[in-house]
């Protein structure tokens, strides 16, 4: 079992940046992959950034690369989201998740994953 508890959501204005972070508890969180996924009212949930379980594989979202960088410690059991150039259409809930199997990597669907966070609200202004 792995419980997650993401922070460092707010509002920003259009171009600034946020570190998301998402706190894990449990003993095995260093052997799942993780990643972020956002939600915006009225959207289904999408994907935005994953990394592997060791932390040398990250993968984007079209939408979001470039401008995004997902890491992880796993001596703190954290996974983190920066993001920079940060635009109004970013603008959603964030939810990090923690995948169904261990030692995997490239897990982009939601249902690969079988722990979430709550989620934190990411407002973008213009």
């Not at 939600?39 to 990250?58: C, H, L, M, Y």
Request: proline share 2%; with cysteine; aromatic share 12%.
């Amino acid at each position: 079992q792995v419980q997650l508890v993401e922070s460092g959501g707010g509002l920003v204005q259009a171009g600034g940046s946020l570190r998301l972070s998402c706190a894990a508890s449990g003993r095995t969180f260093s052997m799942h992959a993780m990643g972020w996924f956002r939600q915006a009212p009225g959207k289904e949930r999408e994907f935005v950034a994953g990394i592997n379980w060791r932390g040398d594989s990250t993968y984007y979202a079209d939408s979001v690369k470039g401008r995004s960088s997902i890491s992880r410690d796993n001596a703190k059991n954290t996974v983190y989201l920066r993001m920079n150039s940060l635009k109004p259409e970013d603008t959603a809930v964030y939810y990090c998740a923690a995948s169904r199997d261990y030692f995997g990597t490239h897990y982009m669907a939601g249902d690969e994953f079988a722990y979430w966070g709550q989620g934190t609200q990411v407002t973008v202004s213009s």
